[in-house]
């Protein structure tokens, strides 16, 4: 039993459970209503049923999480994995399923890269032998795979990898082999500790010739009793920021022999014994690949930021602090403290968080409409959207990661202190996202394929403007349109003359169209006219991918409201019900006005508008914000739907009992186990009491 | 032994230590001069001493910080805490040769509140005889402190804390009680385990009049066994975010009598019997306390800065990735690829942290010396700066302490994938200094008290400026001096017509001042004439303090490398060499113009500079970072003087053995121990293995 015990006495007044009633009491309309339209109804049941499995089972419990050292936690995982794979197989899970209750548990496991890359990899390049051979024992965890691309020396720059994999055509093998100590691979999940295969990039090499990193499927751990084959050696790269329940590792290879299957030959392969290469069909084919993977990290942006959100929402309407002394509140006419949800500080902070994650929401949705009907338009031959998607979905997941790590510290820090504690969940929810901003492309890095779009697309819009060719009618795609009309008038200015104007969502997107048109021209006339270097210019390129897909994420919240967003084919429209459509028009006026009034420095830069009008914007944003979005703030994060057993936090509970949960986690802190510290004996009474007095005769001296 | 062995083979070419070696040969100045300039000899050859009688001593070893959980690093803190005493007393240190050697250990502990505020707040709160009764055993640790004054419900308002302190004229005692679950005290730093006294902050009650919080000393701990006295509960609030290695702790009270003089009485008393309150005299008096904090944090926020910067430009000159192929690096005629510090991206990321570093190193200085100089005034009676001091330390802790945090997270992330490693020392190092955006005010709510001084100052400038007695040289305060010269030309605009004449500091101080007074005057303008809440303006109100202290860090940049920076009395001014002074107006120019162009929203709305001219700054940036700053990054980094032992980083290393070291360290991490987890037989082995199948039986299958 814990040495601490906390009084039974109640939180001052007002209590936590009862401000949350009566915001409730005032959201404008149906929060249900909400969910469904946002997840759909299926989702949500699913939900219900998969927490009734999970919440109570031991190897899914959270009670323990924010309190264990990085080797139990790991332990931990494990065991989690394996019940949950158990679960899974019990109760005939699909994938998608398989991923809400992984979702609900929120524990990154050392399996989760054998599901999100082994196996995929093995069926998008595997060929048929390959896949009966590897991918159906896999799908039975008999092997246990993982991805290992990056090494020690090389992340980004994949081309550069230094690891080999040479063709012995004498024997019809391939021989692995680390170079360097740079080339030891690193960072790869599961790997560590778990996984007893292993798909290898390596540069291929055949008759002395290097065809640059290729894939192959290689056993590193032995089948009987899970030691390391002779030639690998490999281990865990210790702790890190977070992802500590992920065993993320490191392995090399010594002249290790593998057979020719171990080549992943779907597309490109070499032929026994002669050792002749096959190059690989059109390289664009496995853009589409990265582009729902960039689509599902949006999507993931979305489930961070309205998870961040619900928490410091919440806990903003129960946490009061000071008098605001221009309307002080009363209740039963006695005078309480201010909620801390009605600083106009703490709603410019907050309210814009909601409605990133909202904005994420409808985006992740179009990019996975664009992402099938770009594969089935690509199987018959049709790339027209590729480019245009695939750089699309760099930036937006550049930006959306970006926003949602920053909107996750910024809800940390508006729970006050209290954000800083591990019960807050937001700590440990900051850790483990944190990679988002660097994997699958670095955040900074990964605009540069954004830019070049842009730029392309620029140059070939001016020629074909200045060709006598053009009609404007033909342009059906999004990018060209907004640069076309920033073509047609490159001086456009905003019309608006009073805050309630920027309430018009043509004038939002003229607004975001004109900068991001205006920064790629400006970018394109200092690399083709001035001739500057492409290096000396990636702030800026860096800057036109924020702009443009800034303006995706404003459109697709519009078009996400209006319901006129195109749905995949055969799946009816949702309906929005006319109060949360006014509902949400308040918070996607604010996305879009928010990100304007606080980085203007583009928007003025472009001449679309001046400085009074963004003044005037701060305007509108204060009084959507305040008349608006304060009174519907907890229906918009309860219409998110998380349930606290995922939130796991003392803060953010639905009840709002926050303090009493709070204080009953600290009782079950470890060194709270004891009255006193094991450590006393040794370094603090032979300061404070060396002879070890008794009784009166030290207690009298103070 | 670990089970995890790298191979013994050097990284790929050219190696880091070579790369280090030719970076330091391009410094145009000397690295030791510098240094020099900056802490003075004596702290120098303090530190290179300190070092020597730490670095190898058990109780200091930083090895396994990075694997230990939070049970094993608090009662790593303890052992050190004590050792630390143990030491300082031995070498007899004075108050700032402990805080030095301290630092260098890096680990708050649960002994550091003790001398954090324990101790300054009996000497300056409490009477001699409190002194001699507790101040005097609590320098020899015989009392061990912690400063109880935030609670479960009220951290920022700490008018509205809820423990009472009832004086009983029977027995000349006071009544400590917690009344609500809320008014647990909450967060106390050496609190949860260590301390066996605390100062508690408590609403005074007298013959039932509450005179609001006061502070007492009460013993919580017995000082025969440690045991929890009766009448008090305490405890540990448990795991946080950072500050792991502080038992961050909890108490409540049960109507917990302690005697009279437990009221420190140095200002304010209750005398005895007859219960009359005495009243403390002027209030100001602790407000010169509060600058000393805020300078102190300034200058923590120059060595976060500064630690963090040294980490990630060092790794960043010995990472390479990518060739650049408008300009391939050539080493012995081979193209290698290129440190990613040359790219400009990764410039404007990280040199303007370097400059930060720099700013923020001569505004702490300038603040200390203001902070004495206001406290000699104040002794002859003299108040006139302790306003714009006090106002500008809020202002300044916020600004420079969310920059800090900022910039640790920029730091950890320039430094890609491994950024997330524990062993880059970055995590850590933004978990531990985190709370500086919250604790000793938060960093939104303090420069409210900013904008009430600036607006006070405005508005009755304006008034002396109409009252015909106004002579502008009568003005000697520098708050006074910029709004002033916004009154005289609110209209006035920047005459610079290339990027090279922003190099003129007279430039960079008129964008600033013109800035901030712009902002001042919009905001008094909303609150006095249309009349808008103070609530409403909370958002413009912040942007007005950043802005005042924006221009202050550029100003003592500025002040601090001509060398005519103000010295504390008898203090002759340090000498900074030619070479050393230009290369840091290179460092300086960028800290003023980078601001700017990053975000020129407020800049560009003043009227002072147009988008042309930001632009041109724009070109003023890159030009200075890639020709002057770019070969003396390393030279500015190693001038800041930061041991291997301190920065405990595989990617900062002094010499550039970045992957030997990195490797080294993942050897150590505990599950590396064994080849084969502990938990193989029971969560893997059941889908790998299910059987026990051995040897060729089960090996054939793949």
Not at 587 to 601: E, T, V
Not at 655 to 678: C, F, H, L, S
Request: with cysteine; net charge neutral.
């Amino acid at each position: 039993m814990s040495a601490l015990r906390f009084p039974n006495l109640p939180p001052s007044e007002p209590q936590g459970c009862d401000l949350l009633a009566q915001e409730r009491a005032k959201t404008t309309f149906s929060v249900n209503d909400l969910s469904v339209y946002l997840y759909g109804e299926e989702h949500l049941d699913r939900q219900q049923k998969f927490l009734e499995l999970i919440e109570n089972e031991p190897a899914f419990d959270k009670s323990d999480r924010y309190f264990l050292g990085r080797t139990e936690r790991f332990a931990a995982a494990l065991k989690k994995d394996h019940a949950l794979v158990k679960l899974s197989q019990e109760q005939k899970w699909t994938p998608e399923e398989f991923t809400q209750a992984d979702l609900l548990i929120d524990t990154p496991g050392p399996f989760g890269l054998h599901r999100g890359m082994f196996m995929p990899t093995l069926a998008s390049q595997g060929n048929e032998e390959q896949q009966e051979k590897f991918l159906k024992p896999a799908l039975r965890y008999e092997i246990i795979g993982c991805y290992a691309q990056t090494e020690l020396g090389h992340g980004s720059n994949v081309q550069g990898i230094e690891t080999t994999a040479t063709y012995i055509p004498e024997t019809n093998e391939f021989e692995i082999h680390t170079p360097t100590l740079t080339a030891c691979k690193w960072w790869i999940g599961g790997l560590g500790k778990a996984a007893n295969h292993a798909v290898v990039m390596a540069r291929l090499i055949t008759a002395g010739k290097d065809h640059g990193p290729h894939a192959f499927v290689v056993p590193i751990r032995s089948m009987e009793d899970h030691t390391l084959l002779p030639g690998v050696m490999a281990g865990d790269i210790g702790p890190k920021f977070g992802y500590n329940t992920t065993d993320n590792g490191t392995i090399w290879f010594d002249h290790y022999r593998v057979p020719h299957i171990s080549l992943l030959a779907k597309y490109s392969s070499v032929k026994p014994g002669s050792g002749e290469y096959v190059k690989p069909p059109n390289a664009k084919l496995s853009y589409g690949t990265m582009v729902l993977v960039r689509a599902t990290l949006v999507g993931y942006a979305r489930i961070a930021l309205s998870k961040a959100a619900t928490i410091a929402v919440r806990y903003s309407a129960v946490r009061q602090q000071f008098v605001d002394k221009d309307s002080p509140k009363k209740v039963n006419g006695k005078i309480i403290e201010t909620p801390v949800l009605d600083y106009s500080m703490q709603q410019y902070r907050l309210f814009p968080i909601i409605a990133a994650a909202y904005a994420c929401h409808f985006t992740s949705k179009e990019m996975m409409r664009l992402y099938y009907l770009n594969i089935k338009n690509m199987a018959s031959g049709n790339f027209s959207l590729l480019a245009d998607v695939h750089a699309s979905s760099s930036g937006l997941k550049s930006l959306t990661t970006t926003i949602a790590t920053a909107s996750i510290e910024e809800c940390r820090r508006a729970c006050g202190g209290h954000g800083f504690s591990s019960f807050s969940g937001l700590p440990l929810m900051l850790q483990d996202y944190s990679p988002n901003v660097t994997w699958e492309g670095d955040n900074y890095m990964i605009t540069q394929q954004t830019g070049r779009y842009l730029f392309k697309s620029f140059r070939e819009l001016v020629a074909k403007r200045s060709s006598g060719k053009f009609s404007a009618s033909s342009i059906t795609n999004p990018t060209l349109a907004y640069l076309n009309t920033y073509l047609d008038n490159p001086n456009l200015k905003c019309p608006a003359t009073t805050p309630a104007q920027f309430h018009n969502p043509e004038i939002q997107l003229a607004a975001y169209g004109h900068r991001a048109a205006h920064l790629v021209s400006e970018i394109v006339h200092a690399l083709d006219v001035e001739k500057r270097s492409w290096n000396s210019m990636l702030v800026d390129i860096y800057n036109a991918s924020v702009a443009h897909c800034e303006l995706i994420l404003v459109q697709n919240f519009i078009l996400g409201i209006r319901g006129d967003m195109p749905q995949p084919e055969g799946i009816s429209a949702p309906v929005l019900s006319p109060a949360a459509k006014e509902a949400l028009t308040d918070l996607s006026d604010l996305f879009a006005l928010h990100m304007i009034h606080k980085q203007p420095g583009q928007f003025l830069a472009s001449g679309y508008v001046d400085a009074k009008q963004v003044s005037m914007m701060g305007k509108a944003i204060m009084d959507v914000m305040e008349n608006k979005i304060r009174p519907n703030a907890i229906g918009f994060v309860d219409a998110f739907a998380h349930p606290d057993y995922y939130l796991n936090s003392a803060l953010g509970r639905f009840d709002g009992k926050v303090y009493e949960a709070y204080t009953e986690m600290a009782t079950r802190e470890p060194i709270n186990q004891t009255e006193v510290i094991e450590g006393y004996e040794k370094y603090i009474k032979p300061f404070t009491n060396p002879e070890g007095k008794k009784g009166k005769t030290i207690q009298a001296r103070l």
